[in-house]
Structure formats: structure tokens, C-alpha cells
């Protein structure tokens, strides 16, 4: 079965600073992988996704992701965070045969002025 | 290009009443799936439709829950004699083509409150 975890529930970071947003996977075959963002009383944005090719990835507002196969991770980063990227982040995964996502239980990124 | 649209955003039922949920996906895609998102939880999957067909149901409740996408119209779920615990937020979202490497586009959600 597939699946997905984010092994922090909140991130702190300050203004300017760079951030992460871990994602770990766990599936049967090649993974699709993606990132949504949610703001408030919001629907969820999608950022970027990896299919296949280059291990980096970037994506809307600044974010990159880097696809890490043999430690099964898909972590989100920013060089520099913003007061206005505090949100929640969540990862998903689908395989190559399947139609829904698998979403992580989301992480709450607070950036601080 | 309008994308997914959602309505009611909010809707209050009691216990025993019917929720109807509506979505119009975002023009030229025909695909829609529905998620429902608990308090300070993740997107649980609950239904894949594509026009007039159910793809994938496995995420979806065997009673009280039911989904439709007609030929015309929105996608409907359906929720008959509801009860606290379908207290939630559900989120339609909507794909142009078939197949995994293709991002989906959620609409901003309906939040249901059952009193």
C-alpha cells in the first residue's frame, strides 16, 4: 500500500532564512510525487511535482523539491522564506497505475518577521 | 478560465438530513475526484468519476455515501441521513486527461456542519 508521512507537524522559520519541509514516501512502483499548499479556509494549490528526470525540481512562489530514491524522500525547500508562505504543506504520492493521490497528514510552515 | 468551483462553501444539516455537495470542474477536464478533509488532518480519497461513470470508489463509504457525474451538470456526492462524525471538508478536484503524472486542481471546498 501506498504512503506518506511528514515527520513534522509544524515548522518554524524565520524571515529570510532557508526552509525544508520533509517528505517521506512508501510505495510498490515508480512514484509520482507532489507538493499542495493550503491557506486558510482555502482548496489546496498545487507547487511542483517530479514524474521523472532531473532529481530537482522546482516549482511556484520560489519552491524546489528534491526527489531522493534511495532514501524515499521528496523533501520541499525555499532559500528564503517569506511572511506570506506560512500555510499548510502536503505532500502526496500516486504510482504509475493509479488515479488518486495519497496525501501526507500536512505540515504547518510558520514563517516569523 | 474559471477553475473548480464548489457549492455551498458552508452548509449546516442535523442529523438525518441530506447534503448535497456540488462541484463544475474546471472547462475541458473530465475527470473528478472528491476528498474529504477532517480538523487538522490530511486528503483522504474518496471517489474517481469521469462523465456518467464510476472509476473508483474504494475511498468512499458503502452506505449513506454516493456520487454522480452526469452528462450535463455537476458532480454531485451525496450524503444521506448525516451524522456528526461527516462533519468535514470536502474538496472536489478535476484533471484534463487520465494518468498519474498529471497534477490535480482543487476548488476551494465545502465545509459541512452537521448539528
Known amino acids: 500500500a501506498q504512503s506518506v508521512a511528514q515527520p513534522e507537524d509544524q515548522v518554524n522559520v524565520a524571515e529570510g532564512n532557508p526552509l525544508t519541509v520533509k517528505c517521506t514516501y512508501s510505495?510498490?512502483?515508480?512514484?509520482?510525487l507532489f507538493w499542495y499548499v493550503q491557506y486558510p479556509n482555502r482548496g489546496l494549490q498545487f507547487l511542483l511535482k517530479y514524474i521523472t528526470g532531473d532529481n530537482l525540481v522546482k516549482g511556484s512562489y520560489g519552491f524546489e523539491a528534491e526527489f531522493n530514491k534511495s532514501q524515499t524522500s521528496f523533501h520541499l525547500k525555499k532559500p528564503s522564506a517569506l511572511v506570506s508562505d506560512s500555510a499548510l504543506y502536503f505532500c502526496a504520492v500516486r504510482v504509475a497505475y493509479g488515479q488518486n493521490f495519497v496525501f501526507g497528514p500536512g505540515t504547518r510552515l510558520s514563517v516569523l518577521p | 478560465n474559471a477553475g473548480v468551483m464548489q457549492n455551498p462553501r458552508h452548509l449546516v444539516r442535523r442529523r438525518g438530513q441530506e447534503a448535497r455537495l456540488r462541484c463544475s470542474p474546471m472547462?475541458?477536464?473530465?475527470?473528478v475526484y472528491w476528498y474529504r478533509q477532517l480538523p487538522e488532518e490530511g486528503l483522504k480519497f474518496m471517489v474517481y468519476?469521469?462523465?456518467?461513470?464510476?472509476?473508483?470508489e474504494s475511498g468512499m463509504p458503502k452506505e449513506r455515501f454516493s456520487a454522480e457525474f452526469p452528462k450535463e451538470g455537476p458532480s454531485i456526492l451525496r450524503i444521506q441521513q448525516v451524522v456528526r462524525g461527516d462533519s468535514a471538508a470536502y474538496f472536489c478536484?478535476?484533471?484534463?486527461?487520465?494518468?498519474?503524472?498529471?497534477?490535480?486542481?482543487f476548488g476551494p471546498g465545502t465545509r459541512l456542519t452537521v448539528t
Open positions: 510505495v510498490s512502483g515508480n512514484p509520482y
Open positions: 468519476l469521469q462523465k456518467e461513470n464510476i472509476i473508483d
Open positions: 478536484a478535476s484533471s484534463p486527461e487520465t494518468g498519474s503524472s498529471y497534477e490535480q486542481y
Open positions: 472547462k475541458g477536464h473530465s475527470h
